[in-house]
């Protein structure tokens, strides 16, 4: 081998080592700062962006912020150390139709997604009511992207 080939294949190497080198690694996240980063009891678990809300689900958002915002969250998004977002994945029609609401309102839900503990079941309530509330419900995860 002349030294021209010798010379080509070392530099080769050195260019493939540093290509190596140069390897994407798992993404660097930013230092945290524990006591900010931690989610305090009362904040928010999703941000929700609210749409412009149809009649029926503008009636439904009174019902919902009267009687489920304390553990569902403002606009559904949950609270910390109260109860899940409804504005998630879990509760896409698909999954929780419309009837998994009237029941949850009606005979509670036990524990079983959430570290939240159960859902008690809500008095005060009509079908109608529960059926706005769905509505209002179902506009934000639309307007969020849960289809
Ligand atoms: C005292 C707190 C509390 C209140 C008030 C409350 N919820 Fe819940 N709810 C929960 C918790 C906690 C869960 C999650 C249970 C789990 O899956 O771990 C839940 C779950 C649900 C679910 C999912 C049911 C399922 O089949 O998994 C629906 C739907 C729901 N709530 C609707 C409502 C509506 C509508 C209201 C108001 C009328 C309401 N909740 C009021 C705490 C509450």
Same mark, same amino acid.
């Given at each position: 081998?002349?030294?021209?080939?010798?010379?080509?294949?070392? !530099?080769? =190497? $050195?260019? *493939?080592? %540093?290509?190596?080198?140069?390897?994407? @690694?798992? +993404?660097?996240?930013? &230092?945290?700062?524990? !006591?900010? =980063? $931690?989610? *305090?009891? %009362?904040?928010?678990?999703?941000?929700? @962006?609210? +749409?412009?809300?149809? &009649?029926?689900?503008?009636?439904? =958002?009174?019902?919902?912020?009267?009687v489920?915002?304390?553990?569902?969250?403002?606009?559904?998004?949950?609270?910390?150390?109260?109860?899940?977002?409804?504005?998630?994945?879990?509760?896409?029609?698909?999954?929780?139709?419309?009837?998994?609401?009237?029941?949850?309102v009606?005979?509670?839900?036990?524990?079983?997604?959430?570290?939240?503990?159960?859902?008690?079941p809500q008095s005060?309530l009509?079908?109608?009511?529960?059926?706005?509330?769905?509505?209002?419900?179902?506009?934000?995860?639309?307007?969020?992207?849960?289809?």
């Amino acid at each position: 081998m002349n030294t021209k080939a010798l010379l080509a294949i070392i !530099v080769l =190497a $050195a260019m *493939a080592g %540093g290509i190596y080198a140069m390897r994407p @690694t798992a +993404p660097q996240t930013a &230092p945290v700062d524990a !006591v900010s =980063a $931690a989610p *305090a009891v %009362g904040d928010a678990i999703v941000s929700v @962006t609210v +749409p412009e809300l149809s &009649p029926l689900a503008q009636i439904g =958002a009174t019902g919902f912020a009267n009687v489920c915002a304390r553990c569902h969250g403002d606009n559904a998004a949950g609270r910390e150390g109260a109860g899940p977002p409804l504005v998630h994945q879990i509760y896409v029609r698909g999954h929780h139709g419309d009837a998994a609401f009237h029941n949850a309102v009606a005979n509670g839900v036990p524990a079983h997604h959430w570290p939240f503990g159960n859902m008690p079941p809500q008095s005060g309530l009509t079908t109608a009511d529960v059926d706005a509330i769905v509505i209002y419900v179902r506009e934000l995860q639309r307007a969020n992207g849960i289809l």
